[in-house]
């Protein structure tokens, strides 16, 4: 089936660690986005990328990084610098041409000890 | 992208209409409106948009104004499923492809009571 796959659903680290979450899709869509989401609060744009080896910040892109080698994949590392990366995170993907809509993954949670 | 303003929150009897407004009156000619609902910890997910006619799908009717400052987004028989936060976006569509920041506000907080 078709769809994207935020990976792991859960994820713990340590306060200073680096940690790079996981986002796949096979829709064969140009656009991946990533969205952070604090308890109760909207979600907020961190990066996105239209095509494969280019992306833009988002709104709150201090303290993250993503790559774009493929297509299918768009990688966030959540590095040290981010002050406060407990958070629910988001990645979507929609077809860069078109006008659709976005499609989400199911998120994942992180949370830093 | 035009900013949205949305009420943080709603309740609505289950199988009555839930009818959950959005302003977006910086709206230029060439944005489309979407909807998206976020039941508890899970992805946004996809309900319907438009540009200026009124939409309807199998979730939801869409009514937008007719200077397109405002919309409704319309649950003709609210289930205690529909319980969610509803987000309202605008967002261009460009012709000739190009980037797309898309953007979120709060949204709306419906919950739906038995």
Redesign the interface.
């Known amino acids: 089936d078709g769809g994207i796959t935020q990976s792991p659903k859960y994820l713990f680290r340590k306060e200073g660690q680096n940690v790079t979450l996981s986002c796949e899709q096979n829709l064969n869509h140009d656009?991946m986005?990533w969205?952070r989401q604090d308890p109760g609060?909207?979600?907020?744009?961190i990066y996105?990328s239209?095509i494969v080896n280019d992306f833009?910040k988002?709104?709150i892109a201090e303290g993250y990084s993503v790559s774009r080698e493929k297509k299918e994949s768009f990688p966030l590392t959540v590095t040290s610098a981010q002050k406060n990366p407990t958070a629910?995170y988001?990645c979507?993907s929609?077809d860069?041409?078109m006008?659709t809509?976005?499609?989400?993954?199911?998120?994942t949670?992180l949370t830093v000890v | 992208d035009a900013k949205t303003t949305q009420p943080p929150s709603m309740d609505c009897a289950e199988g009555r209409a839930a009818n959950l407004p959005c302003n977006h009156s910086t709206i230029s000619g060439n944005e489309?409106v979407?909807w998206?609902r976020q039941i508890h910890?899970?992805?946004?997910?996809?309900i319907i948009?438009g540009l200026k006619n009124n939409e309807t799908n199998e979730m939801a009717s869409l009514i937008i104004t007719e200077d397109r400052k405002s919309s409704t987004l319309i649950l003709p028989h609210a289930t205690l499923r529909d319980t969610a936060?509803y987000?309202c976006i605008v967002r261009v569509?460009p012709l000739s492809?190009?980037?797309?920041?898309?953007?979120?506000?709060?949204?709306t907080k419906l919950q739906v009571i038995p």
């Open positions: 656009a986005y969205y609060q909207g979600l907020r744009l996105y239209q833009q988002g709104d629910f988001l979507a929609r860069g041409l006008n809509e976005a499609f989400f993954g199911q998120g949670r | 489309y979407y998206y910890s899970q992805g946004p997910q996809y948009h936060v987000y569509y492809g190009g980037y797309q920041k898309v953007t979120f506000g709060t949204g």
